[in-house]
């Protein structure tokens, strides 16, 4: 069983920010808070991941709480190329992804 | 740097059938992972590969199989192929490090119809 729990879609309007929630209230101290994507039949792309401290790249940001039960993902400015499935993983290096069902992210025009 | 490469993209075998498939990593990269993906299942880990020794594998069925070889190109064989096997498989390949550098790099995919 997926250890993450994500609302099943969402919907946001092109250009503003997209906050995609994850619950992981079983996190372990040595498991990384990894987010992936995928575009309609493509392969999942990696979008950034975490420990415990706030993290950002050139693709979104990364809010980690402080107890690291839940996080969040953040486009900063959607566009409509970002309508994808978000899946929120995490893993302590075990090489095994258990990849839960995701959240629908349909940005609107 | 060339992307994870999958070959075939499309395959159709029939029931009863074998089917191996072909992944080669992003260069310098040693682990290659296999997933299955169907639209009642999602993403399901299959094995995972690194320096030719598989490292975990997840619950299937022994007539999935994989290999890597030391070039760090993998195959899977799936052997008497059934109907539930139509899927999309896909490749990722990552340096295998631990969780700290654990990003994955999926390839697009081989998808397999079973007749």
């Known amino acids: 069983d997926a250890k993450t729990t994500q609302p099943t879609s969402m919907d946001c309007a092109e250009g503003r920010a997209a906050n995609l929630p994850c619950n992981h209230s079983?996190?372990?101290?040595?498991?990384?808070v990894y987010w992936y994507r995928q575009i309609h039949s493509q392969g999942p792309q990696y979008i950034i991941h975490?420990?415990?401290n706030n993290e950002t790249n050139e693709m979104a940001s990364l809010i980690i709480t402080e107890d690291r039960k839940s996080s969040t993902l953040i486009l900063p400015h959607a566009t409509l190329r970002d309508t994808a499935v978000y899946y929120c993983i995490v893993t302590a290096g075990t090489y095994k992804y258990i990849f839960g069902t995701g959240t629908r992210l349909k940005v609107l025009a | 740097k060339a992307g994870v490469t999958q070959t075939p993209r499309y395959l159709i075998k029939t029931r009863g059938q074998q089917v191996t498939l072909s992944c080669s990593p992003i260069s310098g990269h040693r682990s290659v992972s296999w997933y299955q993906q169907t639209p009642g299942q999602g993403l399901q880990f299959l094995f995972e590969?690194?320096?030719?020794?598989?490292?975990n594998k997840g619950n299937f069925p022994g007539r999935f199989s994989g290999r890597q070889f030391s070039n760090s190109r993998s195959e899977m064989n799936v052997s008497t192929l059934e109907l539930g096997d139509s899927a999309l498989y896909l490749c990722?390949?990552?340096?295998?490090?631990?969780?700290?550098?654990?990003?994955?790099?999926f390839g697009p995919g081989t998808r397999l119809t079973v007749l």
């Open positions: 990722a390949s990552s340096y295998g490090g631990g969780a700290r550098y654990n990003e994955q790099f």
């Open positions: 079983t996190i372990s101290g040595n498991e990384y």
């Open positions: 590969y690194f320096s030719e020794t598989q490292r």
């Open positions: 975490g420990l415990k």
